[in-house]
């Protein structure tokens, strides 16, 4: 198995990441990973078979078994133990890179409010009750 590289793509994220519940044949991953990355992944069938190649060999996936169907050979895919863990670690590092802003900007936002300083609205806009226009909370 060679070494995980330390940021996981957004590819593999969601590959891995539709895998969790089960396994999954090809077309199923695609849509699972499209669904939960709310449409930001979109991957192409060669793409999604160069992954799934690749993750294999990395250990992070493995073959869980096949079927034919309409004549075709249907190879379903799982997680392994060594991609759950890769997963929820990428799942970790992400939470802590967001919880950097989001802390942060509920912090200055409830700073903001408690000092009894009007709420921030777009540029060009009025505050509300002013005409109208946009406010941003």
Do not use: W
Request: net charge positive; no cysteine.
């Amino acid at each position: 198995m060679s070494r995980r590289r330390s940021v996981m793509s957004e590819a593999t994220y969601f590959i891995l990441a539709a895998l969790l519940d089960g396994p999954l044949h090809g077309y199923a991953v695609i849509k699972r990973a499209q669904e939960q990355s709310g449409g930001r992944v979109n991957l192409a069938v060669g793409t999604l078979y160069g992954a799934l190649e690749r993750m294999t060999d990395e250990g992070l996936i493995e073959v869980d078994h096949e079927e034919v169907v309409s004549g075709r050979p249907r190879r379903y895919f799982r997680v392994t133990d060594a991609g759950q863990g890769a997963v929820q670690e990428e799942a970790g590092r992400l939470a802590a890179a967001a919880a950097v802003v989001t802390e942060r900007s509920g912090a200055q936002r409830a700073g903001t409010q408690r000092a009894g300083m009007p709420k921030r609205t777009t540029r060009g806009t009025r505050p509300a009750g002013s005409g109208g226009g946009v406010v941003i909370a």
